[in-house]
């Protein structure tokens, strides 16, 4: 019977952490266990979660998240359901390679032969948005995301929102009517505003607008939702089928977004997908981080009918130095084309990791974290 014998973790740029874990077969697995700007907590918690695997049969994977879940007293998080998610993707990387299936072909098979992906334009300060978008049409794509704001107060200047007005206004005008524009709130907005945001975008038909208040005040979603007909996105910030249970019950969100770095791993949000299909919600995974993450969800995208859109770092503003290629053996297995991305087909995860690359990489390591942000006063601002 096949055991664990080993945890390998290597912190590599841009802003990634990546987990091999090893077996006595030789067969091994790939996982991102990671929050971005806390690789190093998050390396912590799979080390003190990785003694009780020695030895263990990889293969029992819902048992490993129960006891990984349950077997402490205090649970949730990002940090914690992070470490499980990036062990989690492991384990089924190792059970696919020893059974030669995808991922996918264990939770039900395929749903579909692709799925479409959308492209990040601008930055943390969106500007030259339409000349981005502009290009990332030419070069196929028919969805682009971007940030609507920069910081943002409780009660701001109308100029804020007419310049945010103005800059949808000229991607949608350089791209037609029919490309879709996802709009990124990125919790940077207090309810008062993105009430007034959410109406004043809406002629320009947006494909979504997501997190236009923080995770922590959802109940405004209940409000925001009286302001637009635009369907509403959030959940990179909620962790597990619990955290999701009110969010879809309350009914005011119309895609969620978990992440399957985040949320609990590739089983986890599958189960959080078929939640949301009963509330006849749609899933649009979350994921600007690296190779394993997006193939992990592109899993899930395989057999999750309700799956509409995956979110994917290529050239994303936070991959300088380091791009979702570089620590891949065979780059062209995230084959782009007319807007869609293939499911990979190899067995696992479907990629082959440069563990070379990688360890190169991780003697450079990062200490990457995300600005802070103030208002004009000098208070505190959402980044």
């Known amino acids: 019977m096949t055991r664990i014998t080993g945890f390998q973790l290597y912190k590599v740029a841009p802003r990634w952490l990546f987990l091999k874990i090893e077996t006595d077969e030789g067969i091994s697995g790939w996982g991102e266990p990671i929050v971005e700007g806390k690789a190093n907590t998050v390396e912590a918690c799979v080390n003190e979660l990785k003694f009780y695997f020695l030895g263990k049969d990889p293969r029992r994977i819902e048992d490993h998240w129960q006891v990984m879940y349950r077997g402490g007293f205090y649970r949730g998080g990002p940090v914690f359901m992070s470490a499980i998610s990036g062990i989690e993707q492991a384990l089924w990387d190792i059970k696919g390679k020893l059974y030669n299936l995808p991922v996918y072909e264990m939770l039900g098979g395929k749903a579909r032969e692709k799925i479409r992906v959308y492209s990040w334009i601008g930055g943390d300060r969106p500007s030259d948005v339409a000349a981005e978008a502009k290009i990332k049409s030419e070069q196929g794509f028919t969805a682009v995301k971007m940030n609507a704001t ?58 979504f607008i997501e997190e236009p208040v923080l995770p922590e005040n959802n109940e405004a979603l209940r409000e925001i939702a009286r302001y637009t007909t635009v369907p509403i996105a959030t959940g990179e910030r909620q962790y597990t089928r619990w955290g999701f249970k009110q969010l879809l019950a309350d009914g005011y969100v119309d895609i969620i977004q978990p992440d399957l770095s985040h949320a609990g791993g590739i089983l986890e949000c599958k189960k959080i997908a078929a939640m949301a299909e009963a509330y006849d919600v749609s899933v649009a995974p979350h994921c600007p981080l690296g190779p394993i993450a997006l193939a992990s969800s592109l899993q899930l995208d395989a057999c999750t009918p309700n799956a509409i859109i995956q979110e994917q770092s290529l050239g994303i503003h936070y991959n300088a130095g380091s791009d979702l290629l570089d620590y891949l053996v065979d780059p062209s297995v995230f084959k782009y084309d007319d807007g869609f991305v293939e499911i990979p087909e190899g067995p696992g995860l479907g990629i082959e990791v440069c563990e070379e690359s990688v360890k190169e990489a991780a003697e450079r390591g990062h200490e990457w974290r995300n600005p802070v942000w103030r208002n004009a006063d000098g208070s505190v601002a959402e980044w």
């Not at 800059?167 to 207090?190: L, S």
């Open 150 to 207: 920069e910081e943002m107060d409780y009660i701001d200047s109308f100029s804020k929102v007419e310049e945010a007005i103005n800059r949808i206004g000229a991607v949608r005008d350089a791209v037609g009517k029919d490309f879709g524009i996802g709009i990124d709130f990125h919790g940077r907005v207090h309810k008062s505003m993105a009430k007034i945001l959410a109406k004043e975008l809406e002629p320009y038909r947006p494909m």
